[in-house]
């Protein structure tokens, strides 16, 4: 039993897995107008995605929004990873470390909300934002984009190896020039799978733009959920078929540079 449980098991969750999305890039060179109906082979779907100027729109409202948002979550997480793992005791840590954490168990529909009613308090207030946007929503993915980024550097500087520091302190290094000259280029790596999480968080999400979002700044999730609730179109399937198509090559590209980098270590 035990010899051929596990290759079926394995092959059920790979068919689980990726059938729908065989599935997806087979109908969405589909003739046919009906996604269930196979009408022919055609890339008529490509042109008419390449001509829809709401769709365009929104996907470049969202890679603004993605490479803004996760710079930004790069660089406020790491800071805080920084302060909590080379300052054990300050007042304010336990606050600042549940402030860190807070938005990765918090429900997106919560933290949306709770977003939402403060940017209106801060219009009524300050007279700033004036009004949803792309401001607004930056600031919103930011908020819970930095707390990833945080975890992962914070685990990253942790298993640095904290003597390579004070070596550079004993040769009269300060603490600036420490930390852009020592610790970055350690914990470089960390960073960098950090941003590449919150500019995919930032992408993908659906809730929290939602919220936070106002006229002409519909990102492209909440454009794709807007059209797939009237039904599911053939240009939506040449969307995500364009997505896998980019992720594919990326996923591609990033292993050849491990493994490049193993043979060179080697």
Not at 2 to 12: E, H
Not at 247 to 252: F, G, K, P, T
């Amino acid at each position: 039993m035990r010899g051929w449980f596990l290759p079926l098991a394995v092959a059920f969750g790979f068919i689980f897995l990726y059938a729908p999305i065989i599935s997806l890039v087979v109908f969405s060179f589909n003739e046919s107008r009906l996604v269930t109906v196979w009408g022919g082979f055609s890339t008529r779907w490509y042109g008419e995605l390449l001509r829809d100027r709401q769709i365009l729109g929104a996907a470049w409202v969202s890679l603004q929004v993605a490479f803004a948002s996760a710079t930004l979550a790069t660089i406020i997480g790491t800071l805080g990873a920084f302060v909590l793992t080379r300052f054990s005791s300050f007042t304010g840590r336990l606050l600042l470390t549940g402030m860190i954490t807070a938005p990765l168990v918090m429900p997106e529909v919560i933290t949306g909300l709770s977003l939402l009613l403060l940017f209106v308090s801060m219009e009524m207030t300050l007279g700033w934002p004036a009004g949803r946007g792309l401001p607004t929503i930056i600031i919103a993915h930011t908020t819970f984009c930095a707390a990833f980024v945080a975890v992962i550097a914070q685990s990253r500087l942790r298993s640095m190896d904290e003597s390579l520091e004070e070596a550079a302190r004993d040769l009269g290094a300060g603490p600036v020039r420490v930390f852009f000259d020592i610790t970055l280029p350690v914990i470089a790596p960390a960073l960098v799978a950090g941003w590449l999480l919150a500019f995919t968080l930032s992408l993908d999400d659906l809730v929290i733009a939602s919220f936070v979002s106002g006229p002409g700044a519909s990102t492209l999730p909440m454009v794709i959920f807007s059209k797939v609730r009237l039904g599911v179109s053939p240009d939506i399937n040449a969307l995500a078929t364009i997505i896998i198509g980019f992720v594919l090559v990326a996923v591609v590209i990033a292993g050849w540079l491990m493994r490049r980098g193993m043979r060179q270590g080697e």
